[in-house]
Each structure stands twice: as C-alpha cells, then as structure tokens.
C-alpha cells in the first residue's frame, strides 16, 4: 500500500498542541526515515522544516545528500524516498519527559504510516526511543557508539547516526559509506506474497 499525496510537509494533516510545530517532512512512502529530538537540538524552529538552519542540520544533511537520501541540502532540502521528523516536533524550551510521553502516539501513528523500511534516529534521546521501541534491544548508555551500524528491529533496519553537532570528521564518512552500502543491498523488509495470488504481478507485504 502506498500512501496517496503530494505534501511533503505534514503530509497527514495532523495538528500539533503548539503555536509554532515543525512537522514531518519528506516522502510519504520513504524508504528512510531520519527520527530527531526536538527543534531546539536538530533545528527548524524558524524554517518549520526538520533538520535546518543549524550546524547539527547542516553537517547531517551534507552526509544524507552524499549518500543518496537528498538531492540537494538547503531549507527545505530535496529529499530521495526519505522522511524527517522529531520524537517532540514543537518549537520554544526545552521539553519535559511528560511532554515526549504526550505526543509519542502521534509520533508512532506518522512513523507506522510512512512505513519506511530503514529508521535512522539521529542523537541519544532518538536513539534509546526507536531502539526501545522499535527493536527487542536495550538502549546502551552512550548510544553513540552504535554509530553506523546496522541493527535489525520488529520489521526495520535501524541505523542509529551519532549526535551531528559533536561530529569530528570521520563519523560523516562512516555514517555515508554505511548507507550507500545498505542502498546497494535489498533492504527492504518485505516478503512477495505474489505467488499465493492469480497473475504475475508481486504483492510485497511487511
């Protein structure tokens, strides 16, 4: 199934318990999905967009382009099968523990309707979420050390990315190499159901 629109902004509609929310951007039927913190840490308080108008942004987007995931950097940046979004996606303070537990449903609703087959969550906070949730794994202490590695969840591939704004050089080129090597593989968790069904067309299915 594929999802049926033209917005690469919010692309659901949903509403947002904020003045000022920075909504998914991207492809609804992404194949990556890149999982921030909040506007604060990974930027698009002013742009509305995920992902910009910081170095954090800046450095990411740079090593996604040069992967494949963008057609170009920018705000907004063109994006190739891929999806942005934050666990908390309201600008203005730092959020409490009690505001990421008030909109993960509405996180996880968006995450499962996009339905990408790779889950890159981008810094600590992402990283121990979609570990702990989306994978039968336990967060380590310092999730950087995941850094670029392939970890297999409940129907996603997981590839946690290191916090950008403490990159010192080698984590972009590591983060690229790693997803150009998983783009050149087929990633997709999907099973062709096509052979129990009349005709020659494939039926793929989660």
Do not use: K
């Amino acid at each position: 199934m594929e999802n049926v629109t033209d917005r690469l902004s919010n692309p659901f509609g949903m509403t947002y318990p904020c003045e000022r929310p920075v909504p998914g951007y991207g492809d609804a039927n992404a194949h990556f999905h890149v999982v921030g913190d909040h506007p604060g840490v990974h930027g698009g308080a002013a742009s509305g967009i995920p992902f910009t108008d910081c170095q954090a942004a800046d450095r990411l987007q740079r090593a996604l382009a040069a992967a494949g995931l963008l057609t170009s950097t920018g705000t907004p940046p063109e994006v190739a099968r891929t999806f942005c979004s934050y666990l908390y996606p309201c600008a203005g303070g730092e959020p409490a523990v009690a505001d990421y537990a008030r909109l993960e449903p509405q996180f996880d609703a968006e995450l499962r309707a996009i339905t990408a087959h790779v889950l890159l969550p981008v810094g600590e906070r992402a990283i121990a979420h979609v570990l702990e949730t989306y994978t039968a794994r336990p967060a380590p202490e310092d999730g950087d050390v995941l850094h670029a590695t392939e970890l297999r969840g409940g129907g996603f591939l997981v590839v946690p990315v290191a916090e950008p704004a403490a990159w010192t050089g080698e984590e972009a080129e590591r983060l690229v190499a790693r997803l150009r090597e998983i783009r050149r593989t087929d990633y997709r968790r999907e099973a062709d159901l096509g052979r129990f069904i009349a005709g020659d067309e494939p039926y793929f299915v989660r």
